[in-house]
């Protein structure tokens, strides 16, 4: 219980610290003028001249680093789509990188540290992703859900898999952690790209409780096993 206490109030704090994001976020997927389009806005565009359908498109933005899902909402909402379909196919796509990453990030590190370019980068790489990422040490896969479910620029699918691979968590829990997460992210952004940032926080503070009384279950069954 006093576990489950400690992951609650670690999620009640961080959606209290995302609040001023949450607003510049709304700002961006309400457009205010072409000097404040988003990152995953200018991708969108450069893609979008008669290049790529705006399905693939939403996808593809969603697979990026730092962009990911974030990017990908807002975007496909932007360009008229239906939010079920932006927010099916942003989740699609964030997801497509994280098996990869938690299986093949080990391999490829060791064979890329045996040359100084490459050890320099995973060095850096990894140290960047442990200071960004203790919480999930404390909480393991709750707190790697709620990681992934925040989405700001330091969070999200890609380093919470990066941080899953440093903490050796095991893939099934690490996978379906990540994809949670992915999936309140999701309805988040939704939420925000269509009603702004007080639906987002309503919309996060009521998916947090819902994440908190799943894997409370989880972790009860867990500690009887």
Not at 167 to 179: G, K
Not at 181 to 203: E, K, P
Request: aromatic fraction near 10%; hydrophobic fraction near 55%; proline fraction near 4%.
């Amino acid at each position: 219980m006093k576990r489950l206490v400690r992951c609650a109030a670690a999620v009640l704090l961080t959606a209290a610290l995302c609040i001023p994001a949450f607003a510049d976020a709304s700002d961006a997927a309400g457009g205010g003028g072409a000097e404040h389009l988003s990152l995953g806005h200018r991708i969108a565009q450069s893609l979008r001249v008669g290049v790529l359908p705006d399905l693939l498109t939403v996808v593809l933005i969603s697979t990026l680093p730092i962009v990911e899902l974030r990017g990908a909402v807002p975007v496909g909402i932007l360009f008229g789509m239906n939010p079920w379909v932006v927010f099916a196919l942003s989740v699609f796509g964030n997801m497509i990188p994280i098996p990869f990453i938690l299986l093949l990030l080990g391999p490829l590190s060791k064979w890329c540290m045996r040359f100084r370019a490459g050890k320099a980068f995973f060095d850096w790489l990894f140290t960047r992703t442990r200071k960004k990422t203790a919480e999930i040490e404390k909480y393991e896969t709750l707190g790697l859900t709620i990681f992934v479910a925040i989405p700001l620029p330091a969070t999200g699918a890609w380093t919470g898999a990066m941080a899953a691979f440093l903490l050796a968590m095991r893939f099934n829990h690490s996978m379906w952690s990540i994809f949670l997460g992915v999936v309140i992210a999701g309805v988040i952004m939704t939420v925000l790209s269509l009603l702004g940032w007080i639906g987002a926080i309503v919309a996060g503070v009521a998916l947090g409780a819902l994440v908190i009384g799943c894997m409370s279950r989880w972790l009860k069954k867990e500690e009887r096993g």
